[in-house]
């Protein structure tokens, strides 16, 4: 498969993914997937408007990203999806895209988050699917630029929310 990366990040395109996430991992086609984003004609038309003019970008939906990498078509490129929510990355694989590492960039503060660290807060229903992915062998990192640490997150997920987390692992 041609995915050279998914990243969870609320702020989707940005100069981040532009600049340096780019000029490590040559990317070909930048795909946002979130399935509200895709159903937004506007999202949709900013987000492919602050692309540079030579990069190929879609705004699909979770099952449209799935069935586009999973194509004959995604096999010649260097995909990077952005997904916007940690859910959203637990139903990409649930919908059977393979998927070795899940890195969890930006996520804003919401109603009910919590901090886990600088630039990434997370909601109960945000960490349970952090957790599923985990369980289902996805490993998690947290690196905002691409020079950062590849070292498994989970372990400070777990330690940062235990009442969130269930037991059973």
Not at 37 to 63: C, G, M, N, R, T
Not at 160 to 166: A, G, L, T, Y
């Amino acid at each position: 498969m041609a995915v050279e990366h998914v990243r969870m990040d609320n702020r989707l395109i940005h100069g981040q993914i532009l600049v340096s996430w780019n000029s490590v991992l040559s990317i070909d086609h930048i795909i946002v997937s979130n399935d509200d984003v895709a159903a937004d004609p506007i999202q949709v038309q900013l987000l492919k408007a602050v692309a540079p003019l030579d990069a190929k970008v879609s705004v699909l939906s979770i099952e449209e990203t799935v069935e586009y990498c999973n194509s004959e078509q995604a096999q010649d490129e260097s995909i990077f999806i952005i997904a916007k929510f940690p859910t959203d990355g637990l139903r990409l694989v649930k919908e059977g895209l393979e998927m070795d590492t899940l890195n969890l960039g930006n996520q804003a503060f919401v109603r009910g988050s919590k901090k886990l660290s600088k630039s990434v807060y997370l909601t109960e229903e945000g960490v349970r699917a952090l957790q599923e992915l985990h369980e289902m062998g996805v490993k998690l990192t947290s690196r905002m630029m691409p020079g950062d640490s590849k070292r498994e997150f989970w372990p400070q997920i777990e330690k940062s929310f235990p009442e969130w987390v269930d037991g059973d692992d």
